[in-house]
């Protein structure tokens, strides 16, 4: 089970940190993502991090604004999301795989476990 917090309400050029918290067993052994889905539109990949950290990989649109991190003792995963625009609105959701590899983490369909979803909401 995935459990994402920390969205809401910011301005244009603020700063958010979503967090997702998962009761799963062996945490360290699952790839974790982050996707987000606006009004009308289709899911799209955000940022994932592979089970001991250390490798993570971006969206261009997110590249550089948003640092995706893990816990693996606290069991994890969080999203900093710094410099956002208007375009960044969406509901965010965490996602967890064991099975995945590199080509595969920016693909939703890719991922087993999904958690309920935390609105971002950048006015302009």
């Known amino acids: 089970q995935l459990q994402a917090s920390g969205g809401g309400l910011v301005q244009a050029g603020g700063s958010l940190r979503l967090s997702c918290a998962a009761s799963?067993?062996?945490?360290?052994?699952?790839?974790m993502g982050w996707f987000r889905q606006a009004p009308g539109k289709e899911r799209e990949f955000v940022a994932a991090?592979?089970?001991?950290?250390?490798?993570?990989y971006y969206s261009d649109s997110v590249k550089g604004r948003f640092t995706i991190s893990r816990d693996n003792a606290k069991n994890t995963v969080s999203l900093q999301m710094n410099s956002l625009k208007p375009e960044d609105t969406a509901v965010y959701y965490c996602?967890?795989?064991?099975?995945?590899?590199?080509?595969?983490?920016?693909?939703?369909?890719?991922?087993?476990?999904w958690g309920q979803g935390t609105l971002v909401t950048v006015s302009s």
């Open positions: 996602a967890a795989d064991r099975g995945l590899i590199t080509s595969t983490m920016s693909n939703p369909e890719a991922y087993a476990y």
């Open positions: 799963v067993r062996a945490f360290s052994t699952y790839s």
């Open positions: 991090i592979k089970r001991n950290g250390g490798y993570t």
